[in-house]
């Protein structure tokens, strides 16, 4: 855990500078239900273990931070059949979307292609804040079976207007990831 991630993780404090993040959340999880069974594991995310990670899985939810795993995780998402609850945010903006394996858009449909990496932009805290809570929002709907998910949604965030926009996407036959005609 750096310094420089605290303005947006609540889960650490100053005190667990150092250790992993994994580490700092499982304690304080535990230490907020000690009922709960944490299971830590801290692995980089590639092509080569996705699947294996998110293996057993009922609900994946995505706070990783670049595309390239953004499009890992989707696909192993899909290839496993477990619903992802997606989440991205940079700077006051943030964005996120319930995505449903064969049933709704991938976040390839909705982003076929990556946007431009630009230069380090910081995260404000609020808006990690913001999606984060939609994420979390989203994963007790589905877990619940009650409200309607964000399916074939991407609810957008922009924490300099104060607003929400949500925008209409559709599943594409011709995307790579789980179009009709994928290898």
Known sequence: MDRTNLNRQ???????VGRTKV????GKLRALNPEITV???????????????VGGADLIIDATDNFPVRYILNRAALGARVPL??????????????IVPGRTACLECIFPVAPPAEGAIPVVG?????????????AIKYITGTGDLLLDRLL??????????TLTVERQGDCSACGDNRC
């Open 85 to 98: 609850i997606h989440g991205a945010v940079r700077g006051f903006y943030g964005q996120a979307t319930t």
């Open 10 to 16: 609540v889960l650490h404090a100053d005190c667990d």
């Open 126 to 138: 609020t808006t990690p804040g913001i999606i984060g809570l939609v994420q979390a929002n989203e």
């Open 156 to 165: 957008v965030w922009d924490g300099r207007a104060a607003t929400m926009t």
């Open 23 to 26: 580490e700092s959340a499982a």
């Open 39 to 53: 299971v830590a594991t801290c692995a980089s995310i590639g092509a080569e273990n996705a699947a294996a990670l």
